[in-house]
C-alpha cells in the first residue's frame, strides 16, 4: 500500500522538518494559532463563486478550481512561497500519477493581488520522489529533527512546542 503524504506535509518539509514531524505524529498546534485562523477566514471569504476544497483521497486538498482544468492553491503572504509551490506541484504530480493530465495550477495571494502560475517539469517530479522519501524517512524517527531557528519560527503555530 502506498504510504500517505499529503499536501500538507509537502509544504512542512520546505518551511519547516521539525514541524513536519510534529503534524506527521499528530501533534497538532495549529488550531488556535492566530496566523492560521486568519488564514482560514481569508479561505474562506475570498473567491466564493468557485467549488473549493476538493479533498482527493485525503491525501491533497485543493483550495478551489477555476474554470476546468485550473487548481488554485489561495496564500495569504509570500513569506514562504517555495514551500507553496512545491505543495502545488505535489498536486499536480499526484493527479498526473492517477491519470489527470493538462492540468494548469496557481497559487493566489488576495491580500496582495497577485498570483503566480506552477508548472511540474520532469526535474519537478523526480525532486519531489526525493523529497516523498524524505518525508518518509521524517515520519519514521522517533523525536523530531533538531531544532533550527528560522525568520518564521515567531509565527508558527509550534513554536511554543520548540521554545520549551
Not at 499529503?6 to 488550531?31: D, P
Not at 466564493?48 to 482544468?69: A, G, L, W, Y
Request: with cysteine.
Amino acid at each position: 500500500m502506498e504510504e500517505r503524504i499529503t499536501g500538507v506535509m509537502i509544504y512542512y518539509y520546505f518551511v519547516c522538518k521539525r514541524k513536519l514531524w510534529y503534524f506527521a505524529n499528530e501533534i497538532n498546534m495549529e488550531a488556535e494559532n492566530e496566523a492560521v485562523m486568519l488564514g482560514k477566514l481569508l479561505d474562506e471569504n475570498s473567491y466564493r463563486r468557485s467549488d473549493k476544497h476538493i479533498n482527493i483521497d485525503n491525501v491533497i486538498n485543493i483550495d478551489f478550481i477555476k474554470e476546468q482544468k485550473e487548481l488554485h492553491e489561495v496564500k495569504k503572504s509570500k513569506a514562504v512561497e517555495e514551500a507553496g509551490v512545491w505543495q502545488v506541484k505535489y498536486y499536480l504530480y499526484y493527479l498526473k500519477k492517477r491519470g489527470v493530465i493538462g492540468i494548469k495550477a496557481k497559487i493566489d495571494y488576495p491580500l496582495l493581488k497577485k498570483n503566480i502560475e506552477v508548472e511540474l517539469t520532469q526535474q519537478d517530479e523526480e525532486k519531489l520522489e526525493e523529497v516523498i522519501q524524505e518525508i518518509s524517512e521524517v515520519k519514521k524517527q522517533a523525536y523530531p529533527p533538531e531544532f533550527k531557528m528560522k525568520k518564521i519560527c515567531g509565527k508558527c503555530a509550534y513554536h511554543d512546542l520548540c521554545f520549551i
